[in-house]
């Protein structure tokens, strides 16, 4: 057996390779304790010549390691500037509106093509396209956008993980032929996508969505609104095939070849060409991937933990970085929870009422750590809707697709229509998740040991008693850091400022928004999330904030109030404060009904308190018109330094401030309208000295902000400048005095 040949437990030396490719991946000062920890106790459990073999062990794995992340260094390092052909992975197509988007290879390098889709005839011929083409084209490759917020999505790094170090901008495409040849790989990716338009053109929605995504893995951007009701449930999962998919299809493969009398040991190895075909037509996803290994090696009598650990191990040959996915990450902590947990002791509902609380408890920490939520209703969501999807709708849509050549049966897309009206009633009433906030590394590592320690001692339970406390601690401490903070929100082109003090009191100036210059027609619409709810709200959950107490709208400039709605969705908010002069904007009023919060306004001489102090309102003194120039300004000293926030006031407002306080002195000032030409002028900064100027601004945005004037008006008064669009998100954090972190 493969697990004899191994110098200690399996799940020992898969937990030791854990670690080693973390630390070359991903090195931290904690992993490499923890690494050494784990050697040390390897020896004293195992003795020396366990010991040196594993240590053998490691270093083959280490060295394979290192040269993936070699390879990986010099991938990135010498990709081009431009390319002229790009072969297109057919089943990687998504068009959203006049967008296309894609998959592409060329000279052995795999790139994320992006094309704007010139008419509606050549947007209609993509979306029925069912195979491998290549493409002429005039194109230029730029690497994706780094990590913009604190613990936030990193486009980049999600794409390296891929295989992918550049993305390719095309502008034009001047000729296109058929793939003549192609891998296995590359028949797979046909077969699949020919499946999804098969099942796109032959069914109607929502039935199309369900029959792709259950048995393909493939949503499409149509399925994106009723997929956010899915994730605020915390059901989308059930979209992700995995076990129970892979173990129906391999139940009806091995029942008909040993029905029709082959031999068992046959079937077993029959088995492995049918995974991996199985494998690319869903799309080479990692939950299939592991869910088709462990299968495989049960045929060969290994089990549970032994399984898994080989199964951890065998992946770093097919999918090396799956580890540094979510999805990977995911996938293998439900199974290790699945391997572990035996309570076979017990009556049938015990026995289902303890694994139920075993998996919520034992993943909740690795859900936070990278969702920062957790829904309690998906525990009874979960059982009932994969009931339905499993137990009816798999073996109903796969019957369905394979006599669609004879006869299209779709009168049974009410009952798809029926689901989602149920799925959206239940929304209504379990639409807030819990935000625990996104512990960090050394928290989320603490959760984990801790748990493992509780799952050994549960029945001592003086001292589960005592790990419990210790964990409710854990997950307080990530709901609530120990910390005041003031952060300008890498939010693109727009402002967002975030403040909070180790009370909990938070107060948030300005929300961003999307600004839109252009109407379209109706096949070049896009569907995408607001601005918020890619930047904004995920920081704000991810610092563990479900309440904002006050909300300042500076004006009402869209690229500061655009998403005020969708904040207002996603938070409780105490009140809005707004000046008198936006009240005067009738659209905004309306908006601001809509929202059903209280709504104050302030002005000059009113102050906000905050962090054991107060911010006070210089601006405006009277009631304007909700422009620019009549912004509302806060100043106040917070910890250590002063701080000025401007929103987009201008020069008109700045001279005003001014007049009125000659003796205003600045330590950090939040550059008014985004570092522009008219505002930050040369009187106002020798006025305020600033020593430290931040800039909220998109990265290569259409106004050129900030504009060099202004940046060299800062030079002159020695401020040292910080920027969104170069560094990220800024952040001030501190007790009792003040650190600057950025992003970049």
């Known amino acids: 057996m493969l697990t004899n040949c191994l110098p200690i437990k399996p799940i020992h030396l898969a937990f030791l390779l854990v670690l080693l490719y973390f630390l070359i991946f991903s090195w931290t000062v904690a992993g490499l ?16 010549k366990k010991f040196f073999q594993t240590c053998g062990c490691l270093v083959v794995f280490g060295l394979y390691f290192v040269t993936l992340h070699f390879k990986h260094e010099q991938d990135y390092a010498v990709a081009p500037a431009s390319l002229t052909q790009i072969e297109l992975v057919p089943d990687t197509i998504s068009i959203n509106g006049d967008l296309l988007s894609f998959e592409g290879k060329s000279n052995g390098r795999t790139y994320q093509a992006f094309y704007q889709l010139k008419s509606q005839e050549e947007q209609s ?7 491998t083409i290549i493409l002429t084209v005039q194109a230029t490759t730029e690497e994706a956008t780094p990590q913009r917020n604190f613990k936030g999505f990193d486009y980049r790094s999600y794409l390296k993980r891929k295989g992918i170090y550049r993305i390719v901008k095309i502008e034009t495409i001047t000729n296109m032929q058929q793939a003549t040849r192609l891998s296995l790989t590359g028949y797979l990716h046909d077969w699949r996508r020919k499946a999804i338009v098969h099942i796109q053109q032959s069914f109607p929605s929502p039935m199309q969505h369900y029959m792709t995504g259950l048995l393909f893995g493939y949503l499409d951007k149509s399925f994106e609104e009723m ?47 049918f995974s991996i075909c199985y494998a690319g037509l869903t799309g080479f996803s990692v939950s299939v991937i592991r869910s088709l290994i462990q299968a495989s090696l049960t045929n060969l009598g290994i089990k549970r933990l032994d399984n898994l650990a080989l199964t951890l191990m065998i992946m770093f040959f097919f999918l090396p970085h799956y580890l540094l996915t979510t999805g990977g990450v995911l996938s293998f902590s439900y199974a290790f929870i699945l391997s572990l947990i035996d309570f076979d002791g017990l009556s049938e509902y015990r026995k289902k009422l303890a694994e139920t609380t075993a998996i919520t408890f034992g993943i909740l920490p690795v859900l936070i750590f990278y969702f920062a939520t957790f829904q309690p209703a998906s525990i009874v969501l979960t059982a009932v809707f994969s009931l339905v999807f499993d137990v009816f709708m798999l073996p109903v849509l796969s019957v369905i697709f394979l006599l669609s050549p004879l006869v299209k049966i779709s009168f049974v897309n009410g009952i798809f ?3 989602e009206r149920v799925v959206t009633w239940v929304e209504r009433y379990f639409n807030h998740s819990l935000v625990f906030g996104q512990p960090d590394l050394t928290v989320f590592l603490a959760m984990l040991i801790a748990l493992g320690f509780l ?16 964990l409710a601690l854990l997950f307080f401490i990530s709901k609530n ?38 109407s379209q027609e109706s096949w070049q619409e896009r569907q995408s999330d607001s601005n918020a709810e890619r930047t904004l709200i995920p920081y704000l959950k991810s610092r563990g904030v479900d309440k904002i107490d006050q909300l300042v709208l500076t004006h009402t400039d869209t690229d500061h109030i655009g998403d005020m709605e969708v904040v207002a969705k996603h938070f409780k908010i105490g009140e809005v404060l707004v000046s008198p002069g936006s009240l005067t904007v009738p659209d905004f009023v309306k908006r601001l009904q809509k929202m059903k919060v209280r709504v104050r306004s302030i002005k000059a001489g009113d102050k906000l308190s905050i962090m054991g102090d107060s911010l006070q309102v210089l601006y405006p003194s009277r009631t304007g018109d909700g422009g620019n120039n009549d912004s509302l300004v806060l100043y106040g000293k917070l910890l250590d330094k002063t701080f000025l926030f401007t929103g987009d006031l201008e020069e008109e407002g700045e001279k005003e401030i001014t007049f009125n306080y000659p003796n205003l002195q600045v330590d950090v000032l939040k550059a008014g309208h985004h570092g522009s030409k008219g505002s930050s002028s040369s009187e106002f900064l020798s006025h305020i000295s600033p020593k430290v100027a931040l800039i909220s601004a998109g990265q290569n945005n259409r106004y050129h902000h900030p504009h060099q004037e202004t940046l060299e008006r800062f030079e002159n008064v020695d401020s040292c400048v910080y920027r969104t669009d170069q560094q990220g998100a800024i952040r001030f954090i501190g007790w009792q005095k003040w650190r600057i972190e950025t992003v970049r």
């Not at 304790?33 to 106790?41: G, K, M, R």
């Not at 589960?464 to 210790?470: I, N, S, V």
């Open 125 to 131: 011929f993509f979306q029925k396209l069912d195979k």
């Open 455 to 470: 799952y050994d001692v549960l029945r001592r339970k003086k001292l589960a008693l005592q790990l419990c406390l210790l």
């Open 33 to 48: 304790i923890l690494f050494i920890f784990a050697l040390i106790n390897l020896y004293r459990h195992y003795g020396s």
């Open 417 to 419: 229509e029926g689901l």
């Open 227 to 273: 997929g956010n009701l899915y994730s605020s449930l915390g059901i989308i999962h059930l979209f992700a095939l995995s076990g129970m998919q892979v173990g129906f299809f391999l139940g009806i493969f091995r029942f008909l070849f040993l029905r029709m009398g082959w031999r068992k040991d046959y079937v077993d190895w029959l088995q492995i060409p």
């Open 481 to 518: 850091p120990p910390c005041n903070e003031i952060t300008v929100v890498d939010i693109g082109q727009g402002d967002s400022i975030f403040l909070r003090d180790v009370t909990g009191k938070t107060m948030l100036i300005d929300v961003g928004g999307k600004v839109s210059f252009s």
